[in-house]
């Protein structure tokens, strides 16, 4: 499959996933430590049948690299966890566009890697697009969770470098299986500060068996959408032009966020006043326009 085909499918997964989170989060979920946990759970189960398929790699000085993106990303998903306690799904999601901007610095600055003028431009277009969603509607302020996604977002930033240079050094599958190793093994880090074993061991005395269904499905369409994303870095040209491709996942956050608040919305409510819609979806369109000129 082509790398393009592979960004774009990545997100959908993604998007997905953002509302489900959102779901466990008020509903299955006794706090940010027992949702981190959980969502670790099932990386486990994946490291075993990777493993039983791909065989364990031979390690070196470069296997701490897909482990500690695996440790990042758990630790990521505490921040953007936050955010989604305090703020609309799809307005987060659409913030999600600063990614290639904070990557397209971090390659500059860490790498030396160059950056055409064209490149530079659909970077400020996409850039242009996220800020018309970053504020609250006649509060002129920032919207809610906007710090916490931030965090995130440059943990996620960092992450995307890291992975595409451990790419380089190892084959796919031996940086996916030590990756999702890394993800199993963050989520035994909890475990260190009493308050965070507290509440996992809270939330495992009350779990129910909808909550193991819904963590592990849900961490299954974060899985697809990974490895979907991953198997793009490892055969594009740039790891700028997959993260840039892969915030598609806004316009799949707000068309998904409309149709769950007008099916379910005693479980997903979002605002979907009509300027509100056309502010994001203006944004959206803006970061296309971006896409377009990077990828002519």
Known sequence: MHWISLSLLGPLFWASSNFVDKYILSKHSKGIFDFLFFSTITSWFLFVLLFI?????????YSWIPILTGVILIYSYGF????????????????????????????????????????????????????????????????KGFGMILIAIFMWSVMTLFIDYGLTKMSFWDYFLLDTLGSAIA??????????????????????????????????????????VKKALAIAPSAGLVTVVTQVQSFYAIVIGLVLTLLIPKIIKEDISRFTLVKRFVGALIMFSGVYILLA
């Open 53 to 61: 398929f791909v065989g364990m790699p031979e390690l070196t000085v």
């Open 80 to 143: 953007y966890g936050k955010a989604l306690e305090q703020g609309d799904t799809s307005a987060l999601v659409i913030l999600f566009k600063l990614i290639p901007v904070i990557t397209l610095i971090l390659a500059f600055v860490f790498l030396g890697q160059t950056v055409s003028s064209r490149e530079l431009l659909g970077f400020l277009i996409v850039l242009a697009g996220a800020t018309i969603v970053s504020f609250e509607k006649s509060r002129g302020v920032l919207i």
């Open 187 to 228: 989520g035994l880090t909890f475990f260190i500060v009493p308050a965070m074993r507290r509440q996992i061991i809270d939330g495992l005395k009350t779990a129910t068996t909808g909550k193991y269904v819904w963590f592990s499905g849900n961490n299954l369409l974060d899985f697809f959408g990974q490895m979907s």
